[in-house]
């Protein structure tokens, strides 16, 4: 399996994943193959990129970390609650059905072991709060595994990510989008979601303040410069901590209506830059070991000016992957190969 941008598809490669809407809606099945048409609509809903199955990277396979029908239920349900379906009486079948799905989605974290995050998100930008609230939610779990969270502990973790940018359901859809070219008062009105979302999550739903505080708090700063509070430290909720970290690099790593998204290893790189600033140290430790820097089925550029696609990667040695060269086909083990020693990856292709 291979990550292509959409510019460079061709009518006949076929797809390698289920492609889903923020509906969480099958769109595109894996193994179809893809014609011009199926091609434009990809490019028209805004995806940056797709997995293929080709010849040149026959028998790899990366191991996703939730599966999609999993993910199909839970895009279903944040898709549903940001419409407005957690209003009124049915918003005890909502929260039932969310802590369902946070279930699934932790059980299938935690039976995949101690898998490192190695695929970039499919995702477009018009569904955008959508995929980021499922990808914020897988990362934090991940995240929350790794720091030895309990079970109960990564459930209620997964429902405060799925749902730590609900009070965006009450702004104007053209402030959440375009903000990044807005300031000024409407930059103050973008600043009031956390709250509104943790207030509406109180008078709607019976989570616990863990969640509460999770959702209140997930754009506070470790050194105090955050909202809305201005916690520093520890006295910032363990929830909100793990939530920062996951929705800084899940905005990161995504393609926007203002730019295109940035390669994980330049995100992973932020998150460390950061570490103390904005995040908390402990956590960052333990989110950049389970990312992949150049995640298996990308295209990178070598430092010797050939291009690959990355076939694995090592745990602890997150920028030496076993690589096959494009051009000759020949596979180099970055981490074990003397002659490979001098070679390191210089950028990953995004388009
Ligand atoms: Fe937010």
């Known amino acids: 399996m291979r990550y292509l941008p959409t510019g460079r598809l061709t009518p006949g490669m076929a797809l390698g994943q289920d492609i889903f809407d923020g509906a969480g809606r099958l769109l595109l099945a894996k193994h179809l193959l893809l014609s011009e048409e199926y091609i434009s609509n990809l490019e028209f809903l805004g995806f940056p990129g797709v997995y293929i199955d080709d010849e040149?990277?026959?028998g790899v396979e990366i191991q996703q970390v939730i599966s999609p029908q999993v993910r199909s239920r839970a895009l279903k349900i944040v898709y549903e609650l940001f419409g407005g379906a957690g209003d009124g009486q049915e918003s005890g079948s909502a929260e039932v059905r969310i802590q369902k799905v946070a279930e699934s989605v932790v059980e299938n974290v935690v039976n995949n072991?101690?898998?490192?995050?190695?695929?970039?998100?499919?995702k477009n930008y018009d569904d955008y709060i959508y995929y980021h609230s499922i990808s914020v939610g897988v990362l934090s779990i991940v995240a929350g595994a790794r720091l030895g969270?309990?079970?109960d502990e990564?459930?209620?973790l997964a429902c405060a990510a799925f749902l730590h940018d609900i009070g965006k359901r009450f702004m104007d859809r053209e402030l959440v989008v375009g903000r990044e070219t807005s300031g000024g008062a409407d930059e103050e009105v973008f600043k009031s979601h956390p709250k509104?979302?943790?207030?509406?999550?109180?008078?709607v739903f019976h989570f616990s303040h863990e969640v509460y505080t999770g959702i209140l708090e997930h754009h506070e700063n470790y050194n105090g410069e955050g909202y809305p509070l201005g916690k520093t430290g520890e006295d910032i909720?363990?929830?909100?901590r793990?939530?920062?970290i996951a929705n800084c690099y899940d905005v990161m790593t995504s393609a926007q209506p203002a730019g295109k998204g940035q390669p994980p290893s330049e995100a992973l790189e932020y998150l460390m830059a950061m570490s103390g600033v904005r995040f908390d140290p402990q956590l960052v430790n333990i989110f950049v070991r389970k990312m992949a820097a150049y995640p298996v089925g990308c295209e990178v550029e070598l430092s010797n000016g050939q291009h690959a696609v990355v076939m694995e990667n090592f745990d602890n040695f997150p920028l030496r992957p076993l690589v096959r060269v494009i051009d000759t086909g020949e596979i180099l083990n970055l981490r074990d190969e003397e002659s490979a020693r001098a070679i390191t990856v210089g950028r990953l292709i995004m388009q």
């Not at 072991?113 to 499919?122: A, F, P, R, T």
């Open 56 to 58: 040149f990277t026959r």
């Open 242 to 244: 793990i939530i920062r």
């Open 149 to 151: 969270l309990a079970y």
């Open 113 to 122: 072991g101690d898998v490192m995050y190695n695929m970039l998100d499919i």
């Open 196 to 203: 509104l979302g943790a207030e509406y999550l109180r008078s």
């Open 154 to 156: 990564l459930c209620q």
């Open 237 to 240: 909720g363990l929830f909100a």
